[in-house]
């Protein structure tokens, strides 16, 4: 079974503070996903990498970045945390972008982030 | 604009009371549609993968289709375990890297 973990099931952060959420999957996909989900907005791809050092912006990149030094690793990084950016964070995995299952996301289980 | 549509918001229904939920999509070249299952404060459970009008899947009392402009989740005989929000997304042609998330339906199986 595909295995994605997150670093915190829960977090709790001062505004300006720096954040690092980290995700890790154990089935050697090649394409790493972070969304974040809100009430009424769903699901919205913050960042995605497809291969180890190589990221691409989603829909919501702003006041994020990642980190992807290792193909079993990716991380989120907010660089000054701000209220807004209170949310659930989930990360997902796929195998890689073929067709026949191999492009299904798998996801972790989240991390509620609470920016105070 | 590629957009993704699930039906109804909300749905309540009595133990064994078999129905239907609808992810309707307007779109570019259809990829792959993904349904999954979300439990409250977790992240989304993968349930299937359908990639061509026509193809069906099935595991236990759900059953996923899929026609050129939507898919169907039914539920077969439901249980209260079955209970959760369920979610449809998209992959399109025109932003093949990407998946395109509905707003999901949320089931509710009274005893």
């Known amino acids: 079974d595909v295995k994605v973990t997150q670093s915190s099931r829960y977090l709790v952060k001062r505004t300006g503070e720096k954040v690092f959420l980290e995700c890790v999957q154990d089935?050697?996909?090649?394409?790493m996903f972070w969304y974040r989900q809100d009430p009424g907005l769903g699901l919205r791809l913050i960042y995605f990498?497809?291969?180890?050092?190589?990221?691409e912006k989603g829909d919501i990149p702003e006041g994020y970045s990642v980190s992807r030094e290792k193909k079993e690793r990716f991380s989120l990084i907010l660089e000054s945390a701000s209220t807004n950016q209170t949310s659930m964070y989930l990360c997902?995995?796929?195998?890689?972008?073929?067709?026949?299952?191999?492009?299904?996301?798998?996801f972790g289980p989240g991390t509620r982030l609470t920016v105070l | 604009e590629d957009q993704v549509t699930q039906s109804p918001e909300a749905l309540r229904l009595q133990e064994g009371e078999s129905s239907s939920l609808n992810c309707s999509y307007t779109?570019?070249?259809?990829?792959?549609l993904f349904w999954y299952r979300q439990d409250p404060g977790k992240g989304p459970e993968f349930l299937f993968t359908?990639?061509?009008a026509g193809e069906e899947k099935e595991k236990e009392r759900l059953k996923a289709t899929l026609t050129k402009k939507e898919s169907f989740l039914h539920i077969t005989a439901p249980k209260p375990e079955d209970s959760a929000t369920y979610l449809c997304a998209v992959r399109f042609s025109g932003s093949a890297r990407q998946l395109t998330f509905g707003s999901g339906t949320q089931l509710t199986v009274l005893p």
């Open positions: 990498s497809y291969d180890v050092k190589m990221k």
């Open positions: 779109v570019s070249g259809l990829r792959g």
């Open positions: 089935m050697d996909h090649e394409n």
């Open positions: 997902a995995s796929s195998l890689s972008w073929a067709g026949g299952g191999g492009d299904t996301q798998y």
């Open positions: 359908l990639y061509s």
